[in-house]
């Protein structure tokens, strides 16, 4: 009889499919999925309904990507971090930071080769470096900080290390990492002459004094390092599936290479919204830190209340707490329990870990804010109940 791949063996449904049945069964309000219950700006909004009866952006876009919306790319990154980058030769646009990822590790990493992984980690980049027939390393976050042991980083790398993949503002704890953080992460890579995959999805959702740094703008980093951002992140639009991938173009061409036979193109009138969306003026972003700054706060407010114990949450719309207060059970039994009986949905984290670090997140649970705020103030209502 005829059988799934032994790659994908070990692969079961995702946990954001679980719980999103999950809580529709129960009605819950749902803080699981990053998914915003908000639209996105109304004028990049309108940009894509242009582009879609202009008669010009319904058919393939180029493979690489848009030209308007890769000399956005290339501009935004001047503008804020000021790389140099060649909008025709060093961006590749992805459908979603997902692919971005994925074409990364397929054109940058052979069969054989260590990927570093910092745990806890998007649930997508394993299943990704386990189908290069890579290998998976872990390194943890420890809490209640959330900070790695430089010791064990140091620990990770060997002459089999190929990549590293490094995620700031750092999805699911919040956490953004230091200079000092990003210092040693680059001088391990120079020593080892390893390549850096850099998922900055969240790069403008930063908050208070926090700052985010692009591990490609440290001396040495940006010949060995691609960067990943994300439309959806960055302008509230995530079912549209548009990312992107930049830097140096001798590495850059890999990970196009292998995209041209991961998706060959990206939904084109989203692309052209997009390059719309980087015309947006400088203030867009502030407004945006000013938002999610509100956001945040209602839903650390909802979380002390009901007895968990989190960590501010730096950066992205995500704050890990520890509900060890006031549930005796592991992390999937109070994400069951917190969406059946409480009414409210959360991410249970173990599954962002390997299995030798998984205990680490065995008290904590993850909460997404990217909500209204009438929202976020109704479930710390519900929250509210397992104090009692």
Not at 29 to 40: A, C, E, H, S
Not at 205 to 219: E, G, Q, S, W
Not at 236 to 253: A, D, F, I, M, N
């Amino acid at each position: 009889m005829s059988t799934a791949a032994n790659r994908v063996s070990t692969f079961g449904t995702t946990i954001f499919t679980t719980i999103n049945t999950l809580a529709a069964q129960h009605h819950a309000i749902n803080l699981g999925q990053g998914k915003p219950d908000f639209d996105g700006p109304e004028a990049v909004v309108s940009a894509a309904v242009r582009a879609l009866q202009d008669g010009q952006h319904n058919q393939y876009a180029p493979g690489p990507g848009y030209a308007a919306l890769k000399q956005g790319i290339a501009t935004h990154a001047a503008a804020y971090y000021n790389l140099d980058i060649d909008p025709n030769t060093g961006v590749v646009v992805t459908a979603g930071a997902t692919e971005a990822v994925f074409s990364s590790v397929l054109g940058l990493v052979d069969p054989g080769d260590e990927v570093i992984v910092i745990e806890p980690f998007f649930d997508s980049y394993v299943p990704n470096i386990i189908m290069a027939n890579a290998t998976p390393v872990f390194v943890p976050l420890h809490p209640p900080d959330w900070t790695f042991d430089p010791d064990e980083l140091r620990r990770a790398f060997n002459t089999r290390t190929r990549a590293i993949i490094v995620n700031t503002p750092h999805n699911p704890t919040g956490r953004v990492f230091t200079l000092e953080e990003l210092r040693l992460i680059a001088d391990l890579c120079i020593e080892h002459d390893v390549t850096v995959i850099s998922d900055e999805v969240y790069e403008h959702l930063v908050f208070d004094n926090a700052r985010h740094i692009p591990i490609a703008a440290l001396p040495g980093m940006f010949e060995r390092t691609v960067t990943i951002g994300s439309l959806g992140k960055s302008f509230s639009v995530t079912g549209w599936k548009v990312g992107w991938v930049y830097g140096h173009p001798r590495l850059v061409e890999g990970v196009g290479r292998a995209h041209q036979f991961v998706t060959f193109a990206v939904n084109h009138p989203a692309q052209a919204a997009g390059a719309f969306a980087f015309t947006l003026p400088g203030t867009y972003f502030e407004e945006l830190q000013a938002m999610y700054t509100v956001k945040r706060d209602l839903m650390m407010q909802g979380l002390t209340a009901a007895g968990l114990k989190a960590r501010v949450p730096e950066g992205t719309y995500f704050v890990m707490a520890d509900f060890s207060d006031v549930f005796e059970g592991d992390d999937i039994e109070f994400s069951q329990y917190l969406t059946r009986d409480i009414g409210v949905a959360c991410i249970p984290p173990s599954p962002f870990y390997s299995q030798q670090h998984a205990i680490i997140a065995r008290k904590q649970a993850r909460f997404a804010f990217c909500k209204s705020d009438d929202l976020l103030r109704q479930a710390g209502d519900k929250l509210a109940k397992l104090r009692k």
